[in-house]
């Protein structure tokens, strides 16, 4: 009889540094002066926190539609505040109504949200999503041509990744890429709605560094 190789075992990706990364949002809303904020400095953090309760009750559950769903508004509620408090933060310029040293701290946490935000988005729409991508078990096809997706089927079985599927690390680190070098270095965007989010995020990043970050520095 002859013998069959063993099917990969499909490896589920972790969660939480999603989750972590969320969270981290929240705490660096407290840095911002409560002028450059809706609400007490605390309710962001604290609507994240509530809604990863029932998103990892979901994902432990099975129920992906659920957990994606959740997923979807924890990343728009953040979205929308650190839009929010950007557009805030670039109209208090001209009133001088913030020290120096706020608009520098200000400018830092945005900056910082605005690379957690998006690698978030492209976490979670990649590929169909987290949940998608372990399904399929080896991620061959998606918005973004990871160094991983190009390696023959030998070089991959030589470096054991022959089951490799992006995380949330690789996501962030593609968003840090973006918000610096206001591109994505090694790894090409295929799709057209990657394209736009990266557009949003450079243009964002570039409001942040050299229009605030400088102004500050201009009058310290």
């Not at 991983?148 to 490799?164: A, N, V």
Request: one cysteine or more; charged letters at 15%.
């Amino acid at each position: 009889m002859a013998a069959t190789s063993a099917k990969p075992t499909l490896r589920s990706e972790p969660r939480w540094p999603a989750i972590v990364a969320l969270l981290a949002v929240g705490g660096l809303r407290l840095a911002l002066p409560e002028s450059l904020s809706y609400g007490p400095d605390w309710l962001l953090l604290a609507v994240i926190g509530g809604f990863s309760i029932p998103t990892i009750w979901a994902h432990v559950r099975g129920l992906d539609t659920l957990n994606r769903i959740l997923g979807y508004i924890m990343a728009a509620i953040v979205t929308a505040d650190m839009i929010w408090s950007l557009g805030l933060l670039i109209a208090a310029l001209p009133k001088h109504t913030q020290t120096p040293i706020a608009l520098l701290e200000s400018a830092g946490a945005l900056w910082i949200t605005n690379i957690i935000v998006f690698a978030s988005w492209y976490w979670r729409l990649d590929g169909g999503g987290p949940a998608v991508r372990d399904q399929q078990g080896v991620h061959t096809d998606g918005a973004f041509l990871f160094p991983q997706m190009t390696l023959t089927p030998e070089t991959k079985r030589t470096m054991g990744e022959e089951c490799w599927n992006p995380g949330f690390i690789d996501y962030l680190f593609l968003a840090f890429n973006t918000s610096t070098a206001f591109s994505p270095t090694d790894v090409p965007v295929l799709s057209r709605w990657a394209k736009v989010l990266m557009m949003i995020q450079s243009l964002i990043s570039l409001a942040t560094i050299a229009l605030l970050a400088a102004r500050a520095v201009n009058i310290l």
